[in-house]
């Protein structure tokens, strides 16, 4: 697959990363030309300064609510809000589980409305974390039709701190529940370039990733 880096969020999220790991992973955006950077919020504004001269657009993505999902709603949206303001083009945001658990469905979808709103208003990109690993079929179908009515741009699969991560025949059901205006994202465990096609076969359109530049070496 020639194109396999415009599918890829070069992702950096560990807790002991550094401003020279994140200066590493903007450098290897840069070279594979990679669709995005996903980082800490704390690192939006220093990314941008990294990217400033150059000349391919790379996406910056950050999280919010991460990676638990039960902030309140102004937290999230001061998070979302601030990430915004320090240059971050798309926010990857962890639904509210524990709401959603609860079966309170509306109180879920309409926190991600007011960030779906949020981020377009400053033309940005609201990618929404399920978290399938806790998720049922029945769990599945309701959280893809919540973001559908929230306006969502893309439904995400995994923080990569649940127990299990992004899978195949998940990313399948989603695609398949999913309008195709909403795109998906895989992420959780993809660490090998067979894994990344696997996942763009069965209808992801981005590859969440810390192993972004071994899985194109692969190709």
Not at 185 to 199: C, E, L, N, P
Request: aromatic fraction near 8%; hydrophobic fraction near 45%; charge should be negative.
């Amino acid at each position: 697959m020639t194109n396999l880096p415009a599918y890829i969020d070069h992702t950096l999220l560990n807790p002991t990363a550094s401003e020279t790991d994140i200066r590493k992973v903007c450098e290897e955006a840069w070279i594979h030309q990679f669709k995005a950077v996903c980082i800490a919020p704390s690192y939006v504004a220093y990314t941008v300064e990294m990217f400033e001269f150059c000349p391919v657009k790379i996406e910056i993505a950050t999280v919010v609510g991460f990676p638990m999902g039960y902030s309140t709603t102004a937290t999230k949206i001061a998070e979302a809000e601030n990430a915004l303001r320090d240059g971050a083009t798309e926010l990857d945001v962890v639904m509210n589980i524990s709401r959603f658990k609860s079966m309170a469905y509306v109180s879920v979808r309409e926190e991600l409305r007011q960030l779906s709103d949020l981020a377009h208003t400053s033309n940005a990109l609201l990618k929404v974390i399920i978290e399938t690993a806790y998720l049922d079929t029945f769990d599945l179908y309701t959280a893809c039709e919540i973001c559908a009515e929230a306006n969502v741009d893309f439904v995400k699969t995994s923080t990569g701190f649940a127990p299990k991560g992004a899978e195949v025949e998940t990313v399948k059901m989603i695609r398949s529940i999913l309008p195709t205006n909403i795109k998906i994202k895989a992420s959780g465990g993809i660490r090998t370039y067979d894994q990344a096609v696997a996942m763009i076969e069965a209808g992801a359109d981005r590859i969440g990733t810390s192993a972004g530049v071994l899985i194109v070496t692969q190709a």
